[in-house]
Every structure is written in structure tokens, then in C-alpha cells.
């Protein structure tokens, strides 16, 4: 399972992932078009910032997800890809995912008043916050290879 | 995260301010800094160019993603690009003020600008002559005509080097400039020849773009040394006066009327007004016992607190807070440094926002356009306005905090040349560097800029102002720094007689009772608004001519603890060019280029002896000044 990643060091607080996320869950998914909708689409990640550290907060599809565990209204659900997403026309607005989410990443649609949350980008190959990234602080990387990969860097500190 | 009420300023005033403002839910420029957090990196360390349609380009620092945008400008390219056209803008801004100016001597001097009488004839023939304009036997109106024209060819691309940059700096400089080619010939061409340079496939080498920008800053220099010339022309050269500081001279029985921006034009002039018996019977006659008040924010508020005494109410990072006083019955404003979010803050209660300049219109204020050619019949209109919304004040709102300080302001460099010739007439800098060789004076400070939401208000000022001073650093202030010290006491002789170290406060005291004082000078020395910071290069470039040796060997130093806008950034780097080692205290947006750092905190020493100093912590940055000064002391041959 592919899932995205941060990393801190990276991050320059530019909140391009937070354009291409909100230009991706616009109607047209343009730039142009996004900046004139009204309502304006809204990010599902958020750039924070405390202590002179930069980082996207994201959605991290967690296996035990407390907010799915917590939908009283059957709105959220695990698809095929095992991504935490929203059968939108069942949510009831009782936010009890909101309390829960250990992320803060999940938020109120207030004009539909509808729970929002991040759908990794079920249709793309690479989440829109991936693709708009210019620095590789958010990246793709495959869960199974993180392991190996890191034990090579642990090595390679060491030889070093 | 937002900070805590605490971390946005030392000053009590703003606080209080910003309490109400927080109880009431009034945005400032505070809630607005923390809502843009966090800013993007790439802007932060200069990293991103929108000079063309292909872009905008971004270069990463990091290993991953581009390394040079699309043209095929790298990193030092686009940090070079970007500070020179911070440079550009700011002397476009002192340009423009200069430029008002002279257009306004002019038809003073031909008659069509009544309000505007040559009021100090000596310092007009002391320009006059410095730039070579004939004065004897000549009528005051045919010489100012003639330094007017003057001052206006000073714009446009000469054949010579520029009038009020070359005949104000030490020939040493003019044959430094000569020599690396940084010499401007017109105020309003360097800047268009900066613009020029760094557009789309023109210059490439981070160098030489800078070496562009130190040109250009040498125009802003100049335009600065023609602000101060000609204001004090029309409206009388400073000399010291004791006013008040701080939101406490708001007066909950008078029509309280504001001065923010910059050029003495307008502010002078409503000065002038305010003081009609007329306005202020009006005034009385709506309800306001005590009459018209008149007090200064930012850099007109110096201005005017030199020549008319006028209390300053605050500096230019809190501007809302006056509004906040619930007080204040109109905020007048010219150009630069007018938050658009006064506007705003205005709404939420009867003060007027009442922009005057055909260039600086905000939508919501009311616009009541300032022409030369009825200066006072405008100023009238204004004070009129004011009064008309003092009858809608809201009494539950009012909340003046009950802060003022003492303020002694206006030591222009012939003020300063006046009370020392008290103490020696035939002579008068020999007291002054006698004590800089003797070790009484370590060095001289020049505090300059603004206050930053990305400091806490004041705190760099008055941290770094206690270290100098006990070690008997001379400080010099203008602008927004002047406001700090003012607003915290520091601009008294009782600060002298608190902070001064032993040899400092015996000079300031000899100079003060030779004054007829009665006690010392004032820690600071107050030069102006942020055009004035040629009258401290004026002092140096005495002192220097004196001693027979050039700026950059001179135990004088710059510093903007908390700067914010592009005039800084031009003031800054010709204060580098004039040879003095500069602080600054917030990181400029330059880190993204190794070159640029480079250049500017290192390679300028060697071409012009200045240099910029980054430190962000004040304790560090005063240690860092007092070792350059140590440096050039010993370098003189004087005790270290």
C-alpha cells in the first residue's frame, strides 16, 4: 500500500499541496476556475507551523481509524484501496469524526454541513499534494519499503 | 500559533490597545501575521521570480526539485534580482517624496504655492551654495527657483553624477563609487535602470546585479539628502524641542487629529492650521473643551514633533491602536506605511480615515485631495471633518491609555553643530572628536527602520540601546527607531543620567549645560523622520572631512533592529556603500543565495569598507557592533 509522507526538513511552508488539494476537489479542478468558485473549494491538508517548524498535516488513512469507528451515520467507509472515504449523501453533521481524528484534519463543509475529509485522491495515480510539492516534503512512498529503506540509512550512518 | 498578547509588543500603550481590540474582536496587523503563518519558505529566503509570463519560477534548496527557473536563472540570480528591485522601490519611495518637494519649492519660488514661504533662508543659500547655485546679491526666490531646477534635473539621466549625492558625501566615496561604476546620474533613472536589469534575459551575473542596487541605493541617498534639504528649506531647520510620546497624549476633550505618512507637506500644514483660533472655536463649540489636537504617527509624526512640537502618538506597527483609543476623530494620511486595514479598524468606530494624495487612495476612507496651490484651504477641510466627527465620538468607547513619555526631538545636524560650538566656537567638532579619540565616545549608532510583527515591539530597540550606551556608544535615531526610544523614555536627559556609561554621560552632560540645560543631552539624539537619516551621514561626513580620512574608517555604525519595508532595505544597503558596518535584525529574504549572503555580510567590506551584519538576537548584535567600532578604533590608532 502506497502512502504519503512527510517530511518536516522539507517543508518551506509554500502550502502549494494546500492549492493543488483544494484545485482538485474544485468542480473544473483548474486553478483559474478554483479561484473564482463560490464557495471556494476547500484544502484537506493543512500547513502548520509552531516553533520554527513547517509541516503539511495530512489524513493518514489510519488502519484502526478512530473516525471511522466513530461514524454513527455509515457516512465513512474503507474502499477497495483501503483509503478512509465518505459516502457524502450519509452524513448527518454530528462531527463526532472531527472530535475524534487524532490529525485534526478533518473539517466542516459549512455550506453543505457535511464532514470533509481527505480521499487521497482515489481517481490519481499521485495525490494532488504529492504532485504540487516543489521540494519532495510530501511523497508517495510504498509502506513495505520504508522498513528496508530505512535500515539501509541506519547502516549507512553508521559507516559513515 | 498565534502569539501571546505579551509577545507582540513591550509598549503598555499598544498593549492596552490591543486588549480592546481583542475583547472586541478587531482584527490588527498582529491576528492578520499570525493568520499569514506559516509564510512560504521560498519567499522567505528569495527563492521565487515572477518577473516573467513563463513563471512564477521557484528554486528549491534541497536536493530535490528545481535548481533554476525557467529562463535558466539560478539561485543567485534570482536572489540578486529580487533585492535589487527591493532597492528600486524603496528609492522610487524617497524619490517621490523628494520629487514632491521640489516641485512644491518651485512654484513656491514662483508664486503659485502661497502656504508654502521659504522659511529659512540661510539653510536655501547653504544648499544653494553647496551645489552651486549663486547666491549673492540674488533675490531668496530666484535662488530657491534655481535649486528647485536643480533638484528636479537630479531625476531624470544627466551627464554628471548626481547633485545631491556627490556634493554630500566625502571625496573619498564619490572616487570609491567612481571606481566600481556605482555612480547614479538620475534618481528616477537608477530606478528605472534597476527595473531594466533585472527583467526577463537581461543581467545574469548576482554581482553585478548588485553592484546595480548599491547604485540605486546611492539615488535613494540622494533623494533622502534632497527630502531633508528642502523640508527644512519650507518649513524651517530643527532645532530641539520637548514634546510627548505615546496613545496617552490623545485628549478625551479635544478633537483629536492624526498625522501618519510621511512628507511634511501635508502634515506641516495642517500643523500650521490647527493652531487657527477659528477651528479651534469650532472645535469648543462641538463639545471639545480643550480645543484642536494634533498628534504624529510614523515617520510624519517626526516631522512634525521637530518643527511644531507636535506629540507623537505612536509608531508605525501599532497605527491602529490610535484608532483603538476609541479617541481619535480623523487619521490623515499622505503616502507609505499606511496600513490598507486602517480603513477598517476606522469602521468600527467614528474616526474618519482621510487619505489626501492622488497615489494613495483606500476604498472606505474619505478622500480629500491635497494641492499646493490651496495647502491650508484643504487643511481647513480636514480639520473640519475631524470636528464633524468628534459630535459622533461613542463615550463608551474611549479608552486612552494613560502612557506618555518625555521627548526631546530635533537635533539636526546644524543643531548639533550649534550646541557644541557653545562649547567650542571657533571649532566646533573638535569637543565631539576630542571625546571619540579620548575613548569618552567608543563610537556613534545610527538607529534607523520600522517595528515588525515578527518582533516583539520594541524589544530589539530597547535591548540593544542599554548595551551601547553603557559603553558609552553615541546613538543617533530617526524614523520609526526614534519612536521606540521615545515612547520608552529613552529620548530624555534622565535616561542619560540611567543608561550612559561614565565617559558618554560626562560628554552629553558638558554639551547640556553649555546649552543652558541644566543637565545632559538626551541619550538619543533625535534626527527625523526616515529621509533624515542624511543629516547623521552630514555629521559623519563633517567628522570624517575633518580628521582627513574617509567614512568607512570611522567608529560609526548602522543599525534597524526591526525593519519592514523596502525604503529600509535601500537605506540599508547605501548606508553599506557609505562604509558603515549595518545591522539588521530580522533575516532579509537573501539566505537562498550563498553569492548574495556572500557580497553583502562579507565581499562589500572589501569594496566599500560597510557591510551587513544579520543577527537576530539584540544582546549578540550590540556585542557584534561594539567589536566593529573596537575594530575601526584601532584601526585609527585609538584606544580599543
Known amino acids: ?160 | 500559533m498565534e502569539k501571546s498578547i505579551k509577545e507582540k509588543s513591550l509598549d503598555r500603550a499598544t498593549l492596552s490597545a490591543l486588549d480592546i481590540a481583542e475583547k472586541t474582536k478587531i482584527r490588527t496587523v498582529w491576528d492578520r501575521y499570525a493568520a499569514q503563518k506559516p509564510q512560504c519558505g521560498f519567499g522567505e529566503t528569495g527563492l521565487c521570480c515572477r518577473h516573467c509570463l513563463q513563471g512564477p519560477c521557484r528554486i528549491s534548496p534541497f536536493e530535490h526539485g528545481a535548481k533554476e527557473g525557467v529562463c535558466g536563472a539560478n539561485a543567485d540570480v534570482m536572489v540578486a534580482r529580487g533585492i535589487s528591485r527591493a532597492v528600486a522601490a524603496g528609492t522610487a519611495s524617497h524619490g517621490g517624496h523628494a520629487k514632491h518637494m521640489a516641485h512644491t519649492l518651485l512654484k513656491s519660488a514662483m508664486g503659485e504655492a502661497p502656504d508654502y514661504p521659504i522659511r529659512d533662508e540661510a539653510k536655501l543659500k547653504a544648499v544653494a551654495e553647496r551645489i552651486g547655485v549663486k547666491t549673492g546679491g540674488r533675490k531668496i526666490n530666484e535662488i530657491a527657483a534655481d535649486v528647485a531646477r536643480m533638484a528636479l534635473a537630479d531625476f531624470s539621466e544627466k551627464e554628471s553624477p548626481l547633485t545631491w549625492a556627490a556634493t554630500t558625501v566625502t571625496k573619498g566615496r564619490v572616487e570609491t563609487f567612481l571606481k566600481y561604476g556605482v555612480v547614479p546620474t538620475g534618481i528616477d533613472s537608477a530606478v528605472s535602470e534597476s527595473m531594466h536589469r533585472t527583467t526577463y534575459g537581461v543581467d545574469a551575473d548576482p554581482v553585478n546585479i548588485l553592484l546595480g542596487a548599491i547604485k540605486s541605493s546611492l539615488a535613494d541617498y540622494a533623494a533622502c539628502h534632497m527630502a531633508t534639504d528642502l523640508a527644512d528649506i519650507l518649513f524651517g531647520t530643527p532645532s530641539p524641542v520637548v514634546t510627548q510620546a505615546n496613545l496617552g497624549v490623545l485628549k478625551k476633550d479635544a478633537v483629536n487629529i492624526a498625522l501618519h505618512g510621511h512628507n511634511p507637506l501635508l502634515s506641516d500644514i495642517v500643523a500650521q492650521v490647527a493652531d487657527e483660533k477659528e477651528l479651534n472655536d469650532k472645535a469648543r463649540a462641538a463639545g471639545a473643551r480643550e480645543g484642536i489636537n494634533v498628534v504624529g504617527v510614523c515617520c510624519t509624526g517626526n516631522e512634525v514633533m521637530m518643527r511644531h512640537k507636535i506629540p507623537l502618538a505612536t509608531s508605525s506597527v501599532s497605527q491602529e491602536a490610535v484608532i483603538l483609543t476609541g479617541a481619535l476623530d480623523a487619521m490623515v494620511v499622505d503616502y507609505q506605511c499606511i496600513m490598507p486595514a486602517l480603513a477598517g479598524v476606522a469602521e468600527c468606530y467614528h474616526t474618519r480615515l482621510i487619505t489626501t494624495m492622488p497615489i494613495a487612495k483606500i476604498p472606505k476612507a474619505l478622500h480629500i485631495e491635497f494641492h499646493e496651490a490651496n495647502a491650508k484651504e484643504s487643511a481647513r477641510k480636514i480639520i473640519e471633518t475631524a470636528i464633524e466627527a468628534f459630535r459622533k465620538r461613542d463615550a463608551a468607547k474611549i479608552n486612552i491609555p494613560d502612557v506618555t513619555t518625555t521627548a526631546f526631538a530635533g537635533f539636526s545636524t546644524e543643531a548639533i553643530v550649534g550646541a557644541l560650538a557653545l562649547v567650542n566656537k571657533e571649532d566646533p567638532l573638535k569637543p565631539l572628536i576630542d571625546n571619540i579619540v579620548a575613548g569618552n565616545i567608543y563610537g556613534v549608532c545610527l538607529f534607523a527602520g520600522c517595528n515588525t510583527v515578527k518582533v516583539t515591539q520594541d524589544a530589539n530597540y530597547t535591548v540593544m540601546i542599554k548595551e551601547l550606551a553603557k559603553r558609552n556608544v553615541l546613538i543617533l535615531a530617526t524614523g520609526c527607531a526614534s519612536g521606540a526610544f521615545a515612547r520608552h523614555g529613552f529620548m530624555t536627559p534622565e535616561a542619560t543620567e540611567k543608561y550612559a556609561g561614565p565617559g558618554l554621560k560626562a560628554v552629553l552632560t558638558a554639551v547640556g549645560q553649555a546649552a543652558g540645560l541644566g543637565g545632559p543631552l538626551p541619550l538619543v539624539l533625535h534626527m527625523g523622520s526616515c529621509v533624515d537619516n542624511s543629516r547623521a551621514v552630514d555629521v559623519a561626513v563633517a567628522v570624517a572631512n575633518k580628521l582627513g580620512v574617509d567614512l568607512h574608517m570611522l567608529p560609526v555604525v548602522a543599525s534597524a533592529p526591526e525593519p519592514v519595508t523596502e525604503k529600509a532595505v535601500a537605506i540599508g544597503t547605501w548606508a553599506v556603500a557609505a562604509g558603515l558596518p549595518t545591522h539588521i535584525g530580522v533575516v532579509p529574504p537573501v539566505l537562498g543565495s550563498k553569492v548574495v549572503t556572500e557580497v553583502l555580510t562579507s565581499a562589500a567590506k572589501d569594496l566599500f569598507g560597510g557591510y551587513f551584519i544579520v543577527e537576530t538576537d539584540p544582546v549578540a548584535a550590540a556585542e557584534k557592533l561594539i567589536a566593529v567600532m573596537g575594530e575601526r578604533r584601532k584601526g585609527l590608532g585609538l584606544s580599543a
Not at chain 1, 494546500?18 to 473564482?36: M, N, P, R, W, Y
Open chain 1, 1 to 160: 500500500m502506497k502512502q504519503i509522507f512527510v517530511r518536516p526538513e522539507l517543508c518551506m511552508g509554500c502550502r502549494s499541496c494546500e492549492i493543488g488539494c483544494a484545485v482538485q476537489h474544485s468542480k473544473d479542478k483548474t486553478l483559474f476556475s478554483a479561484v473564482l468558485q463560490s464557495p471556494p473549494p476547500s484544502p484537506r491538508l493543512f500547513v502548520e507551523s509552531a516553533e520554527g517548524i513547517k509541516m503539511p498535516v495530512i489524513c493518514r488513512h489510519c488502519e484502526e481509524a478512530p473516525c471511522l469507528n466513530g461514524c454513527i451515520s455509515g457516512c465513512l467507509y474503507r474502499d477497495e484501496k483501503g483509503f478512509v472515504r465518505r459516502k457524502k449523501e450519509r452524513c448527518i453533521g454530528c462531527w463526532s469524526c472531527i472530535m475524534l481524528c487524532p490529525f485534526g484534519v478533518i473539517t466542516r463543509d459549512k455550506d453543505k454541513r457535511i464532514a470533509v475529509k481527505c480521499d487521497r485522491c482515489h481517481k490519481l495515480d499521485v495525490p494532488a499534494c504529492v504532485d504540487a510539492c516543489p521540494t519532495g516534503a510530501l511523497v508517495l512512498v510504498d509502506i513495505d519499503e520504508v522498513p528496508k529503506e530505512m535500515r539501509t540509512r541506519v547502516v549507512l550512518a553508521e559507516t559513515r
